[in-house]
């Protein structure tokens, strides 16, 4: 406890100067939808913006998205911007740290009526009018602890400024499980629109562009590997789907991946006799350019689409709202 004490001070004057009225949202001409978490690490916010995207396809609503992530020294997305760029080609991801020069620039050269604020839950200098927080079923509150000793960005209270939560694999929990999750979410705030989903594979890709259907995975031996905060959810769902996982390793959430570091990867799978080298669509950007079509055992990455279960509706009509300009930020109080 003693070393989340300094960020704890932190993160508490901060939220309290904002809630205050002391620091200052900047608001800008378009509508603005929030995409974040409460904890270090994945809690599915890149399906879910994807799920906005779909939206706002069907709406013809221009869309761009916002995300503080970095571009490396050859000019090429990295992590989830990657992924964002290539799940939604038609919609513009700019990349800024700072969010409302961000904001500016996709309003001023793409013409953008609505913007996805991509990890944007605490990064609160640019107003928005939907904040949705996305909570892993697997590690809801971060073991109850701030950073560095737990795993939570803000203490969980923070969920009163958020309008939905979506509870992300909740298929890898108990239905009592889920329910405790609902429970203490409730307890924060009883009118938050609640959804709940699971990460659902559709297929793999290799990188000579090949589509594996799922059924063909099914019995197949893998070694899997990753760089996420929650490695054990994505090594869950290489089970799910049928696979025979011989070995697994994982490396730290944003790992830079080098040919050496590959190569292992590689000499220890040969040595497992796997028909499959598999791993995220997130690590895929960051090694896509390291491997060829003839590397043996071919490697793939896991597709993977949001699939809701519960709150759908809910939360396809608070979108709306927000679309339709019914909901006024401004009007709600510690916002």
């Known amino acids: 406890m003693l070393l989340s004490w300094p960020y704890s001070v932190v993160v508490r004057l901060r939220n ?78 700019v990349v800024n740290p700072d969010r409302v020069a961000g904001a500016k620039h996709a309003i001023s050269e793409y013409h953008a009526e ?32 701030l950073l560095p000793a737990g795993l939570l960005r803000e203490p969980v209270a923070g969920l009163r400024r958020a309008d939905a939560v979506v509870i992300t694999r909740c298929d890898q929990v108990s239905e009592k499980g889920l329910a405790q999750i609902e429970g203490q979410v409730r307890r924060i705030h009883p009118d938050m629109v609640i959804a709940t989903a699971i990460h659902a594979p559709v297929s793999a890709a290799t990188c000579g562009g090949e589509e594996i259907g799922l059924e063909e995975l099914r019995g197949k031996r893998v070694y899997a590997f990753c760089g996420l905060g929650n490695p054990e959810a994505f090594f869950d769902t ?43 669509q997130k690590d895929w950007t960051k090694i896509a350019g390291l491997i060829t079509p003839e590397n ?40």
């Open 16 to 93: 309290g100067l904002y809630s205050a009225g002391l620091f200052r949202a900047h608001k800008v001409v378009a509508a603005v939808i929030s995409v974040g978490n409460l904890t270090a690490g994945g809690t599915g916010k890149t399906p879910l913006v994807v799920w906005l995207c779909t939206i706002m396809r069907k709406r013809q609503r221009h869309c761009a998205i916002l995300t503080r992530g970095y571009k490396t020294q050859k000019g090429q997305l990295s992590d989830e911007p990657a992924v964002l760029a290539a799940r939604c080609p038609d919609v513009n991801v």
């Open 114 to 145: 609505v913007l996805l604020l991509d990890d944007g839950f605490q990064h609160r200098q640019l107003a928005r009018d939907v904040d949705i927080v996305t909570i892993d079923a697997t590690v809801p509150f971060g073991y109850g602890r």
């Open 238 to 280: 290489v089970c799910h789907i049928g696979c025979v996982l011989a070995e697994c390793r994982s490396f730290d959430d944003h790992h830079a991946y080098t040919s050496d570091c590959l190569s292992e990867i590689r000499r220890r799978a040969g040595e497992c006799n796997v028909d499959y080298i598999v791993t995220t």
């Open 296 to 335: 043996d055992p071919p490697m793939a990455y896991l597709a993977i689409e949001m699939e809701f279960v519960t709150g759908a509706e809910q939360l396809t009509a608070l979108i709306n709202r927000v679309l339709n300009g019914t909901i006024s930020r401004s009007q709600r109080p510690g916002q």
